[in-house]
């Protein structure tokens, strides 16, 4: 995986700041990761509802992940 982006650096400070374990912070990064790889790298600023829309079908049809992860 390349370095981390400021996003990811962002997101790790807001989720230390609320005191969440450190597996829950490794998990939100991952996901929020797989996300952007998901769109090519598009920064999520970038991207709107349909994006969300998108990766969460992918999830379901194309990796069959249960709804509830």
């Known amino acids: 995986m390349p370095p981390q ?5 962002q997101v790790r400070a807001v989720i230390r700041s609320k005191h969440y374990s450190r597996r829950t912070e490794d998990t939100y990064v991952d996901w ?7 769109h090519k790298l598009r920064h999520p600023r970038e991207l709107g509802l349909d994006a969300i829309g998108a990766f969460l079908t992918h999830l379901a049809v194309d990796l069959n992940v249960a709804a509830s992860t």
Not at 5 to 9: A, P, T, V, Y
Not at 32 to 38: H, L, P, Q, S
Request: proline share 0%; glycine share 0%.
């Open 5 to 9: 982006s400021r996003l990811l650096d």
């Open 32 to 38: 929020i990761a797989r996300y952007i790889r998901f």
